[in-house]
């Protein structure tokens, strides 16, 4: 079955910028609407955004100016960058697939990477 | 955004026990509904989408209801493993939003 792996830094200076891989195995990246999601405590689950395999993006109002999401077809992998970061994006990063069907939801989840902000 | 009230926050319930967790909407969403389950350290994994699909794999006790603004999520015999903290998200616009999570703990 599909699985999906997250992997980066797990410490990021504030000001800088955050940079995540999701690796997907077991199937291939092509349809699917591949997705980033993020959990703190104060905020809860929290969607930052979506990639189709064909590069099409989709962002969260609040963080879109901020984020950029590529995806990469040959290796079956797709990434997020959130730059200026803050300690407000302390949280547990996770990757899913995205399912389109009545909205969006998601089937399959990484297990997800801690990624704190501090100095 | 729409904004996605869970209650209760919190739950008892003994293990045999039918339990049921409600998802309030901001505005209509038609049935644009999710549900997930987390367990402490693990990703959240889907129950049910579309407001009442079960996902496959998923065991027939959990059933989902609702459309409009109100929805709920129904385990109807809680088994030792269901002890989790339970979460709706809609899907009807962007952001997806989640709700702030119901945690169901043993009596």
């Known amino acids: 079955q599909v699985q999906l792996q997250e992997s980066g830094p797990g410490l990021v200076k504030p000001s800088e910028t955050l940079s995540l891989t999701c690796t997907v195995s077991?199937?291939?990246?092509?349809?699917?609407?591949w997705s980033w999601i993020r959990q703190s405590p104060g905020k809860g689950l929290e969607w930052i955004g979506y990639?189709?395999?064909?590069?099409?993006?989709n962002y969260s109002p609040s963080l879109k100016s901020r984020v950029t999401m590529s995806v990469d077809t040959s290796k079956n992998q797709f990434s997020l960058k959130l730059t200026s970061v803050t300690t407000a994006d302390t949280a547990v990063y996770y990757c899913?697939?995205?399912?389109?069907?009545?909205?969006?939801?998601?089937?399959?989840w990484g297990q997800g990477t801690l990624v704190t902000v501090s100095s | 955004d729409i904004q996605m009230t869970q209650s209760p926050s919190s739950l008892s319930a003994s293990a045999g026990d039918r339990v049921t967790i409600t998802c309030r909407a901001s505005?209509?969403?038609?049935?644009?509904l999710n549900w997930y389950q987390q367990k402490p350290g693990k990703a959240p994994k889907l129950l049910i989408y579309?407001?009442?699909s079960l996902q496959s794999g998923v065991p027939s006790r959990f059933s989902g209801s609702g459309s409009g603004t109100d929805f709920t999520l129904t385990i109807s015999s809680l088994q030792p493993e269901d002890f989790a903290t339970y979460y709706c998200?809609?899907?009807?616009?962007?952001?997806?939003?989640f709700g702030q999570g119901t945690k169901l703990e043993i009596k």
């Open positions: 899913a697939r995205g399912v389109h069907s009545y909205g969006l939801y998601f089937d399959c």
């Open positions: 077991g199937g291939s990246i092509s349809s699917y609407y």
């Open positions: 990639i189709y395999y064909s590069g099409s993006t």
């Open positions: 505005q209509n969403i038609n049935n644009y």
């Open positions: 579309a407001a009442s």
């Open positions: 998200q809609e899907s009807y616009s962007t952001p997806q939003t």
